[in-house]
């Protein structure tokens, strides 16, 4: 009996102990099912989230960077140019007849007044010749006019006359004067122009041109627009040089009194030759927008020659505001060229640009943008004012660096 009631407890301790256990099993697997339940909430929300912020960051552009550097303080300007001489003179015949002989070939050196070359002309000497004694006959009747006419003077006193008569020959006298003053000037127009069958140079100079020969018809003219006439020789004078050069419109204010230049010519791969500013014609060409500029150079050696070209360089002074951006920073606009910059809170403003200078991969602005300004490279063409973006740190740098 006690055996029993023993075993009964027993039994019963053992239900209330293994009710206990499956109590606290149930409380452990509820609570392991919430945290599962709670993690994959909370698992879910983070993942939305970072896609969510992944996203947005996506949605902001990523744009390279880059800071404006300032340009040099002067630069170089480099037009081509050509070279004449200091004084160039074509020598035309004025008297007709045949070459005679020529004295100096090209490449000679000549001195002022020196003889180039003799005309034959033996028509003119013939007419020469005819109007001195046509002078001669004229101061003959002159002279016997004037003794009639003094005669007559005398007779009037007499009254062995008349007025009339008197008057006649003193206007006869008159008017032979004026033949023979009208004879002299024909010796006078032909003397001068068989002066001019001796050709000659005009100043000391190099002859650079020789159209003629020996026995070739001379037929004498000058140079205009309708005649094919060539010079038969041409003179120049080749101590100093004169270089012209047209500057585009934008530099023209630059080119001032002072300035200096450097030419460089291709048959002189190694030498330089300096050139000094004379003077411009003060006009811009409407057909080119170009200003013509004159400047000088020495040519003691006559290493320049007339005719060549060159290259003539400028270097200018450049103005303090001028910096430089990559060409590909600009954006062509309706309201004109535009470069974009951001700001520190990584926003976007658009700015008008004045191109001072194309360089290629580069350009010179005056004004729109400074040197503190960080400027977008390469925009995308749909950006606009106020836009939010994000700078990529790895292409940040200066324009050169481009």
Same mark, same amino acid.
């Given at each position: 009996?006690?055996?029993?009631?023993?075993?009964?407890?027993?039994?019963?301790?053992?239900?209330?102990?293994?009710?206990?256990?499956?109590? &606290?099993?149930?409380?452990?697997?509820?609570?392991?099912?919430?945290?599962?339940?709670?993690?994959?909430?909370?698992?879910?929300?983070?993942?939305?989230?970072?896609?969510? =912020? &992944?996203?947005?960051?996506?949605?902001?552009?990523?744009?390279?960077?880059?800071?404006? +550097?300032?340009?040099?303080?002067?630069?170089?300007?480099?037009?081509? !140019?050509?070279?004449?001489? &200091?004084?160039?003179?074509?020598?035309?015949?004025?008297?007709?007849?045949?070459? =005679?002989?020529?004295?100096?070939?090209?490449?000679?050196?000549?001195?002022?007044?020196? @003889? /180039? !070359?003799?005309?034959?002309?033996?028509? /003119? *000497?013939?007419?020469?010749?005819?109007?001195?004694?046509?002078?001669?006959?004229? %101061?003959?009747?002159?002279?016997? %006019?004037?003794?009639?006419?003094?005669? &007559?003077?005398?007779?009037?006193?007499?009254?062995?006359?008349?007025?009339?008569?008197?008057?006649?020959?003193?206007?006869?006298?008159?008017?032979?004067?004026?033949?023979?003053?009208?004879?002299?000037?024909?010796?006078?127009?032909?003397?001068?122009?068989?002066?001019?069958?001796?050709?000659?140079?005009?100043?000391?100079?190099?002859?650079?041109?020789?159209? +003629?020969?020996?026995?070739?018809?001379? @037929?004498?003219?000058?140079?205009?627009?309708?005649?094919?006439?060539?010079?038969?020789?041409?003179?120049?004078?080749?101590?100093?040089?004169? #270089?012209?050069?047209? #500057?585009?419109?934008?530099?023209?204010?630059?080119?001032?009194?002072?300035?200096?230049?450097? /030419?460089?010519?291709?048959?002189?791969?190694?030498?330089?030759?300096?050139?000094?500013?004379?003077?411009?014609?003060?006009?811009?060409?409407?057909?080119?927008?170009?200003?013509?500029?004159?400047?000088?150079?020495?040519?003691?050696?006559?290493? /320049?020659?007339? !005719?060549?070209?060159?290259?003539?360089?400028?270097?200018?002074?450049?103005?303090?505001?001028?910096?430089?951006?990559?060409?590909?920073?600009?954006?062509?606009?309706?309201?004109?060229?535009?470069?974009?910059?951001?700001?520190?809170?990584?926003?976007?403003?658009?700015?008008?640009?004045?191109?001072?200078?194309?360089?290629?991969?580069?350009?010179?602005?005056?004004?729109?943008?400074?040197?503190?300004?960080?400027?977008?490279?390469?925009?995308?063409?749909?950006?606009?004012?106020?836009?939010?973006?994000?700078?990529?740190?790895?292409? *940040?740098?200066?324009?050169?660096?481009?």
């Amino acid at each position: 009996m006690h055996d029993t009631q023993d075993a009964k407890a027993q039994h019963k301790n053992h239900e209330k102990q293994e009710n206990h256990r499956l109590k &606290w099993v149930g409380i452990i697997t509820l609570c392991v099912l919430v945290g599962v339940a709670g993690y994959g909430i909370y698992s879910r929300y983070q993942t939305e989230h970072t896609v969510k =912020k &992944w996203t947005e960051n996506e949605a902001i552009p990523s744009v390279a960077v880059i800071s404006p +550097t300032e340009a040099p303080g002067t630069s170089t300007l480099t037009l081509p !140019g050509r070279v004449n001489a &200091w004084y160039q003179a074509p020598v035309y015949a004025r008297t007709s007849g045949y070459l =005679k002989i020529w004295y100096t070939d090209i490449g000679a050196s000549v001195k002022t007044g020196q @003889i /180039l !070359g003799l005309i034959d002309a033996p028509d /003119l *000497d013939q007419q020469y010749a005819a109007a001195k004694a046509s002078l001669a006959t004229a %101061a003959a009747q002159r002279a016997l %006019a004037q003794t009639t006419s003094d005669r &007559w003077q005398k007779l009037i006193a007499e009254d062995a006359v008349s007025q009339q008569e008197a008057d006649e020959k003193k206007a006869n006298y008159a008017a032979r004067v004026a033949m023979e003053h009208e004879a002299s000037a024909e010796v006078d127009r032909l003397r001068a122009l068989i002066g001019f069958k001796q050709l000659v140079a005009p100043f000391d100079g190099v002859v650079t041109g020789r159209a +003629t020969d020996i026995g070739a018809l001379i @037929i004498g003219g000058t140079s205009n627009a309708n005649n094919a006439q060539q010079p038969l020789f041409t003179v120049s004078d080749i101590h100093k040089m004169r #270089v012209y050069v047209n #500057v585009p419109q934008a530099y023209a204010a630059q080119i001032k009194p002072g300035i200096t230049a450097v /030419l460089h010519l291709p048959e002189y791969p190694d030498r330089t030759f300096h050139a000094t500013y004379v003077d411009t014609n003060h006009a811009v060409t409407p057909a080119s927008g170009t200003m013509l500029v004159q400047m000088a150079a020495e040519n003691a050696d006559h290493a /320049l020659k007339p !005719g060549s070209y060159t290259q003539v360089e400028f270097t200018l002074p450049t103005p303090s505001n001028i910096v430089r951006v990559p060409a590909s920073a600009v954006l062509f606009r309706q309201e004109g060229m535009t470069v974009a910059t951001i700001d520190a809170q990584n926003h976007v403003h658009l700015h008008i640009i004045k191109i001072t200078r194309d360089l290629g991969r580069q350009i010179e602005l005056a004004g729109g943008i400074s040197r503190s300004d960080r400027v977008i490279d390469s925009p995308m063409d749909d950006i606009a004012e106020n836009d939010l973006v994000r700078p990529d740190s790895k292409s *940040d740098g200066a324009a050169h660096d481009k």
